[in-house]
């Protein structure tokens, strides 16, 4: 019996289509995002056949594409893929590659392409696509042209197998396929006798042994890690440790804490940027690591950790504006720090932690170098939830651990009454008023420049355990909006906080409203320009800080919401925007905007930042 579909074998480039999407689809890809194209053709028709195990979304613009796909693979940690024509549609899929390297996301990259016999010689619609990301890519490679040989057919399937692995192992990132097609490129007959693969290709023994498993990689194996391992088991020859192939599963052994760590009672933990699978497990295991110890938790508020603040009675929010108080500074000197995940944006934090020099250990599986600052510090390539917490003997808590939980109490007194008086809307309280009134569990992709500040800043502890997502790899501003409706997508109703340039930046991404499938609410901080800057000591240099740093683009954002059917709401008071957030409706788009002053917000944070701490005394 012949079991390929129809389709399928009407000519070999449909019939290497097949046999890439098939076994994609049988490894567990659930999504696919599709660019319009001539080269992409094959795979286009091979995608769509592969519903509904496959959802395949056709996006018109390749950058808001490449985003969209950036933010499904977040929200499910599974890889996504793209597809794209020839030519430079792959080009516009470079900066969420970057993105999606640095922030460790699942990619897999499929650009189409010419032949080897139409490069270099002008034939339209050609470009230099090979290693066209660089060093990005956790790896790379250009496919073999089509062909039926059933030699050829196992060794594609075997590299679309690698390519899912090495998308997700030893650590998640993109992986990129330069895949050529001859024409033609349509499923019509091209003069190849298909006929005798009736005989000899048996689809179910062809792909069988391929599962659909979750890949668990293990941590990277650091001299420490192995060191300990052999000291505590003395099962050295424990074959799993390698990197050099994936892991199914999780680590079966645990990392003994270091001695150092059991001696220190002036300790700290950094809870900093982290957007993990398993949040509660993260939350409780830096818990219960900060309850051993006896040590504060710095958490960042794009950590998971200050929506779970019921698992840690040390946690610290405001390390920021207790930091610019000078006295407190050096009464709170560390002399031991574990930072788990990357360096929180603060940069009061990182100028204390450069000036006071502690002995630092970066917790993080991430075979990068995570240490900005250039300090004495360890790399433990492992996750927090590997490390061994054993008992230690402690009298009771640390002196020093009560002053930083007796700076965080009485700053967030101050924040919390201070906020809680402001009517007028200003930027910096709507980070503040969210944390406490989002739905429990609710998806929310936070923008960068102003926003990931304010929520550092003001972002209060809850128990709502929102799901907050960002993309703080190379921390730009490209693909916002494209990003936030991936993370939605067919997911709990979701929230995306921004301002009026970074949501202006991809307006096409108001394009995918019609493939959209769930609900987004955008809230929009509209100050007319790049606050940020206002914070920058450029900010007093007018001629030429307002044309070409505070970019006002006087835009009617009612208008520009009508032209894409998408509704909008002039948020005028806060209570408007908790009726508005909570509850959330169950589908479509819209967009809350909050009129600001720049200027104003910008006056604000420069009087209040260092006021909320500057007279508390512990």
């Not at 059933?150 to 650590?171: C, D, F, K, N």
Request: hydrophobic share 40%; net charge neutral.
């Amino acid at each position: 019996m012949f079991d390929l579909m129809p389709i399928a074998y009407r000519n070999i480039n449909q019939l290497w289509a097949y046999i890439l999407t098939e076994t994609l689809k049988r490894l567990g890809l659930s999504c696919a995002i599709i660019c319009p194209g001539s080269r992409s053709t094959p795979l286009a028709v091979a995608f769509a056949q592969q519903a509904p195990e496959i959802e395949a979304i056709s996006i018109l613009d390749e950058r808001s594409a490449a985003f969209f796909a950036l933010g499904q693979a977040k929200a499910t940690g599974r890889p996504v893929v793209l597809v794209c024509t020839s030519g430079t549609a792959g080009a516009n899929f470079y900066s969420a590659v970057i993105e999606a390297s640095y922030s460790r996301v699942p990619l897999l990259i499929l650009t189409t392409d010419r032949p080897p016999e139409l490069r270099d010689c002008h034939s339209g619609q050609t470009v230099d696509q090979l290693r066209l990301y660089g060093n990005y890519p956790n790896w790379q490679t250009e496919l073999a042209l089509p062909s039926a040989d059933l030699g050829m057919l196992a060794y594609l399937r075997q590299v679309v197998i690698h390519s899912w692995e090495r998308a997700q192992t030893p650590t998640k990132g993109p992986v990129h396929l330069n895949i050529p097609f001859r024409d033609p490129l349509a499923p019509v007959p091209d003069g190849t006798d298909l006929s005798y693969l009736q005989s000899q290709f048996h689809p179910k023994d062809f792909f069988a042994g391929i599962a659909n498993t979750t890949l668990f990689p293990m941590p990277h194996t650091s001299a420490y890690l192995g060191s300990a391992l052999r000291l505590r088991s003395g099962q050295a020859r424990h074959k799993s440790l390698s990197t050099s192939a994936p892991y199914f599963g999780y680590a079966q052994y645990k990392c003994p804490m270091p001695k150092d760590w059991k001696e220190c009672d002036r300790g700290i933990i950094i809870a900093g940027v982290a957007q993990p699978q398993q949040p509660q497990e993260y939350c409780r295991a830096i818990a219960h690591l900060s309850q051993t110890l006896k040590w504060p938790v710095l958490a960042e508020g794009l950590s998971p950790v200050r929506n779970y603040a019921e698992l840690n009675p040390y946690l610290i929010s405001t390390y920021d504006l207790i930091l610019r108080n000078q006295q407190l500074a050096k009464q709170l000197t560390p002399e031991m720090v574990i930072q788990v995940g990357e360096m929180p944006t603060s940069k009061e934090l990182r100028t204390w932690i450069d000036a006071t020099q502690p002995r630092r250990w970066i917790i993080d599986p991430s075979d990068q170098n995570l240490d900005p600052l250039h300090g004495r510090t360890t790399h433990l390539r492992i996750s927090v939830e590997d490390i061994k917490v054993e008992e230690i003997n402690l009298s009771s808590s640390s002196d020093y651990g009560k002053k930083w939980c007796d700076a965080e109490a009485k700053v967030r007194l101050v924040v919390d009454q201070t906020m809680g008086k402001i009517d007028e809307i200003i930027e910096s309280k709507a980070a503040w008023l969210i944390s406490q009134i989002l739905p429990p569990e609710t998806p929310l992709f936070i923008a960068n420049s102003m926003p990931v500040r304010d929520v550092e800043y003001f972002w209060k502890p809850n128990n709502l355990r929102v799901r907050s997502h960002f993309n703080r790899g190379a921390n730009g501003i490209d693909g916002t909006l494209s990003t936030a409706l991936g993370i939605a997508h067919r997911q709990q109703s979701s929230v995306m906080l921004t301002g009026d340039l970074s949501l202006l930046h991809d307006t096409n991404g108001f394009l995918i409203r019609n493939k959209f499938v769930g609900h987004l609410t955008i809230v929009l901080i509209n100050n007319n320009g790049g606050g940020i800057f206002e914070m920058l000591p450029i900010a007093k240099f007018e001629p030429p800080f307002e044309e070409f740093f505070g970019t006002p683009q006087d835009i009617d954002f009612a208008q520009l919401c009508a032209t894409y059917n998408v509704e909008h709401e002039l948020i005028t008071s806060w209570e408007q925007l908790q009726q508005r957030l909570n509850p959330l409706p169950s589908k479509g788009l819209r967009v809350l905007e909050l009129q600001t002053n720049r200027k104003k917000d910008a006056q604000w944070r420069q009087e209040n930042l260092r006021k909320f701490a500057a007279d508390i005394v512990i």
